[in-house]
């Protein structure tokens, strides 16, 4: 399974648009890349997936470049409901099989 | 549509007890997939079951076991309780767990072992 590796914390702004960088070097050729997001005592709530190029859908954008390596997941103008933890993975052949790393938690700040 | 469902929220028990988790997937999903979450370990994968066979297993000892009944709901099994066992359990469902499907959690089952 790829490892994921993203920042563990990032700090923004309302109204700011927030970019969370994930690598995944070892990614295979079949896997896709997912994020979710998490709040407190909660669980992890589906974002985005993408296989490459650039995805989008109401709350996100996912871009992802040729070589697959790396993603970034994209949030439009962030508001204080968009304080979580976001996970990426990197979702293969058993695609219920999730393995989630440490995730990055994102605080935003009035 | 309903989402999924986690039974109990909260559950208290003492160390050696045994706990039975319940799960009730969402209507047609076929695929339930069962986590555990720390704040030492983070988020890790306990095992899923997809038409009532184990399909996939994490490395979690013999104590932790789980099934899955013909209407697709899900029950997990943790024996001989330890304390290092208190955590969140959360279930997952999807309607056919492939790789590029959503999973769909639950808001989890707390235990605390004391």
């Known amino acids: 399974l790829a490892k994921t590796t993203q920042p563990i914390s990032m700090d923004s702004y309302e109204g700011q648009e927030v970019n969370i960088t994930c690598s995944h070097n070892?990614?295979?050729?079949?896997?896709?890349i997912t994020w979710y997001q998490q709040f407190p005592s909660q669980g992890p709530r589906f974002i985005i997936q993408?296989?490459?190029t650039k995805v989008t859908n109401e709350v996100a954008s996912l871009f992802i470049p040729a070589d697959r390596k790396s993603s970034t997941l994209s949030l439009p103008r962030v508001s204080l409901s968009d304080t979580a933890v976001y996970y990426c993975?990197?979702?293969?052949?058993?695609?219920?099989?999730?393995?989630f790393g440490g995730g990055t938690r994102l605080m935003v700040k009035p | 549509k309903a989402g999924v469902t986690q039974t109990p929220r909260y559950l208290i028990k003492t160390r050696g007890q045994q706990v039975t988790l319940s799960c009730s997937p969402i209507?047609?999903?076929?695929?339930v997939s069962w986590y555990q979450q720390t704040p030492g370990q983070g988020l890790q994968f306990l095992f899923e079951?997809?038409?009532?066979?184990?399909?996939n297993k994490g490395n979690f000892p013999g104590r932790f076991s789980g099934r899955q009944f013909s209407n697709s709901r899900s029950e997990m099994n943790v024996s001989t309780l330890e304390l290092g066992d208190s955590a969140l359990y959360l279930c997952?469902?999807?309607?056919?767990?492939?790789?590029?499907?959503?999973?769909?959690f639950g808001q989890g089952t707390r235990l605390t072992v004391v």
């Open positions: 997952a469902s999807s309607p056919l767990g492939t790789r590029n499907t959503e999973a769909f």
């Open positions: 070892n990614i295979a050729t079949n896997d896709y």
């Open positions: 993408g296989y490459k």
């Open positions: 993975l990197v979702v293969g052949n058993a695609g219920n099989m999730l393995t």
């Open positions: 209507s047609g999903h076929r695929s």
């Open positions: 079951y997809f038409s009532e066979t184990q399909r």
